[in-house]
């Protein structure tokens, strides 16, 4: 999405939550009346439609599109998909209201607006936080001293009625203190924690609550500390929401500080309780917020907890496996940033994110050529730009880099609890699930790291009788294949097994691939020629039995699957291609016409008497001729090449080797064509106009311009069509399987 250009500036409102709401909406209804917008959300008539009047109609579907926009950018990335499908601001509005309970009074979330007696104003003038509760009346004064501030009233109060500290009011039964948390009054907390007992510190409210959890909602470490120093208990005391913990419930909303600080007070037993829960929460929710630190230090502490389930009833190593971004092989980096990545050092246990490229000191030894180069690099660009790592993306690439090291020593960890285990006892669990599902997302990093544990998890069949070897082909991840294909020594069967549905590895490289795979491949002919070199890859190691075998769902053999799978992609791939023959025949026979003209009409004319060029001794114009004749010949191979490809049988096999080069012939030729075209048009200014003229350096700048938008928009696809026919590909690094004796 796309935030809109505005004149005002935008507020800064908090992530939207269900506590919070108020506080959003009031800031995001500034900012749309600022922009003349809040009329779109808060219309109580019908907004105009086509027959009322197209200028009107298409003013007010301008408004609503701004502020729609504005509504999806703000409503954080959680709540996105509560309005995602609505058309209309006021749609998308009213959809966060309904969701988000606006009833709420910001100062109390769980207590309803007509509960609360809020005082507009105090004695002076300003706005005040009385809040008087209808049913609070026995004890008023020290409710009125509590929400006002006022710690010598109600301390006095106190004094007189001790029971008062205690008092539950209002059908939602807030204390004193909840109220005082409410308000984020610190310092009247903190003083009415002083005089309560740990008994009095437990008391819930009618939805559950402690203080300590309202507390832990609004992320007030100081606070929190006060509550525990006084009652450490309440660590492990269960509560709404959800039944959690207090650590967990600040992991769950992200107040990493307080977090932090409730985990180093937090007993080990209470994140083990309920079969450990509660710890698999934690270690679960650090791979989606990328908050790894306490997760590495409670996995030490505790590797069980890698297999115990959480609330949503996944495991730690099943989330490690399915986490994207949580390896290297997830990621998809350009060379520049893989050789900054390379480069770039982690400090160990590092909680602040800091750059270290990776030189060697002093001390230490010499420095290599390579990292001088590197240092001196990072110390020019130091005085050329402020901030080089912001600006070149290496904070970022380190974030990345700290995330996969920290995710390693994790799953390190975690690889305990298989240890010395049978294929028996890990076949069926939670740890075969999450083996196969990082071969499905591509992590070679954790089939690695479990196969380093207990090589006995090689022997793990996935759903319907799929070996791994099997479903990484149909996955399309080559780096996972690498690995499992060195296996096939010490797993001979690997090459010659059958699945539930009688389809052999020949079937799974047969199948399509997964969209995800496809969509980094640039056009469908290179789709295809893709899916070709892996068939012809699996071809290559399974034994010829292999190749006649039958399926029992289709009933066909690979040879056949593969075509019926890939009929439609090898369409598009004709289509495509057609379409680019085209194009580029219609543009290479324009040029074989000028070329050929501009043989005949030399600059500068004949000469009468000889009719010999003028300028024929001059060096310039035979630049000219030399160009014109590359130029014309260049073309005329590209449009006859381009016609070899237009009249194409185009069958499956044509598209691994002889329509790629086709392309690559053609669009080369038609590329050198057009530049030596510019040359001959250039030398042909300058023969005519003479060197010194003022207007040639334009002219030659002007007519640079159209090699350069050809290279531009056309040479990737050259590069990317010779790269995939005729360079290393991605099955160069196969190598030899195992023997049984080898460690890998």
């Not at 402690?210 to 609004?218: D, E, G, Q, Y």
Request: aromatic share 10%.
């Amino acid at each position: 999405m796309t935030a809109t250009t505005v004149t005002s500036t935008i507020p800064n409102p908090p992530v939207l939550n269900q506590y919070n709401y108020e506080d959003w909406s009031f800031r995001i209804k500034l900012y749309l009346l600022a922009e003349d917008l809040r009329e779109v959300v808060e219309a109580t008539t019908e907004p105009p439609k086509p027959e009322d009047g197209e200028a009107e109609f298409k003013a007010w579907r301008k408004k609503d599109a701004k502020a729609l926009i504005l509504i999806q950018n703000y409503c954080g990335s959680a709540n996105y998909s509560l309005i995602s499908s609505t058309k209309t601001a006021k749609a998308a509005w009213d959809t966060l209201a309904e969701k988000l309970n606006p009833a709420q009074e910001e100062l109390f979330p769980l207590v309803p607006r007509e509960d609360l007696n809020i005082s507009p104003t105090s004695n002076d003038g300003n706005e005040s936080n009385t809040s008087v509760f209808n049913e609070f009346a026995l004890h008023q004064p020290f409710i009125d001293s509590v929400t006002e501030g006022d710690w010598d009233l109600a301390k006095e109060y106190l004094s007189r009625n001790p029971e008062a500290i205690r008092e539950r009011g209002s059908t939602y039964g807030l204390t004193a203190l909840h109220m005082a948390v409410a308000l984020e009054n610190v310092n009247m907390a903190k003083a009415l924690v002083e005089s309560m007992t740990e008994e009095d510190l437990e008391i819930q409210d009618a939805n559950g609550l402690t203080a300590l959890t309202h507390v832990v909602s609004r992320g007030i470490t100081q606070l929190a500390k006060c509550i525990i120093e006084k009652n450490k208990k309440l660590l492990s005391l269960p509560s709404l929401p959800d039944n959690f913990i207090p650590l967990v419930w600040a992991y769950s909303i992200g107040h990493w500080e307080l977090a932090r600080y409730l985990y180093s007070v937090t007993p080990l037993e209470a994140l083990l309780q309920d079969d450990g829960c509660g710890g698999s929460e934690i270690v679960s929710e650090s791979f989606r917020a990328k908050k790894l630190d306490i997760a590495l230090d409670l996995i030490r502490r505790c590797p069980n907890l890698a297999v115990a389930k959480n609330y949503s009833g996944l495991t730690p190593l099943q989330m490690c496996a399915s986490t994207r971004s949580g390896f290297l092989n997830g990621m998809h980096l350009k060379f520049w940033q893989q050789w900054i990545y390379d480069c770039i050092h982690v400090r160990p246990h590092s909680a602040v994110y800091d750059i270290c490229i990776n030189v060697e000191n002093v001390e230490d030894g010499p420095i290599s050529k390579r990292d001088l180069i590197v240092r001196s690099g990072m110390g020019i660009l130091r005085g050329l730009v402020p901030n080089p790592r912001k600006l070149f993306g290496i904070n970022h690439i380190y974030k990345m880099k700290w995330t996969h090291e920290r995710t390693s020593e994790i799953l390190h960890s975690m690889c305990e609890v298989i240890e010395g285990k049978s294929v028996k006892q890990l076949r069926g669990s939670v740890v075969e699930a999450a083996i196969f599902e990082a071969i499905k997302q591509g992590h070679v990093e954790f089939v690695r790291e479990m196969f380093l544990a207990n090589q006995a998890a090689s022997g793990l069949i996935g759903e319907n009788g799929k070996s791994m070897l099997q479903f990484a082909i149909e996955c399309r991840q080559e780096k996972v294949y690498f690995f499992l294909y060195k296996f096939t020594g010490v797993v001979p069967n690997w090459l010659t097994s059958i699945d539930h549905f009688g389809n052999t590895l020949l079937h799974a490289a047969a199948s399509l691939s997964p969209i995800a795979q496809l969509n980094h491949i640039q056009g469908a002919a290179l789709q295809l020629q893709r899916e070709l070199q892996w068939f012809k890859e699996i071809e290559k190691i399974v034994p010829p039995k292999i190749l006649e075998v039958v399926n029992v769902t289709d009933g066909m053999t690979a040879r056949d699957l593969f075509t019926k799978n890939h009929k439609e992609l090898a369409k598009e791939g004709e289509r495509s291609m057609k379409e680019t023959a085209t194009s580029c025949t219609v543009v290479g026979a324009l040029i074989i016409t000028i070329m050929f003209t501009a043989a005949f009409t030399v600059p500068g004319g004949n000469n009468g008497n000889t009719g010999m060029p003028l300028f024929l001794d001059k060096r310039l114009f035979q630049v000219f001729i030399v160009s014109d004749a590359l130029s014309l010949f260049s073309s005329t191979t590209s449009v006859m090449t381009f016609l070899g490809v237009l009249t194409s049988r185009y069958a499956e096999a044509d598209f691994l080797k002889s329509l790629p080069t086709k392309m690559i012939i053609g669009l080369f030729t038609l590329f050198f064509s057009i530049a030596t075209m510019m040359i001959a048009f250039v030398s042909t200014l300058f023969i005519m106009l003479g060197e010194n003229s003022w207007i040639v350096i334009p002219i030659i700048l002007l007519a640079s311009a159209p090699v350069v938008s050809f290279a531009w928009m056309q040479f990737p696809l050259l590069v990317d069509i010779f790269i995939s026919t005729y360079g290393v590909g991605i099955f160069a690094k196969r190598g030899k399987p195992l023997a049984a004796t080898d460690s890998f």
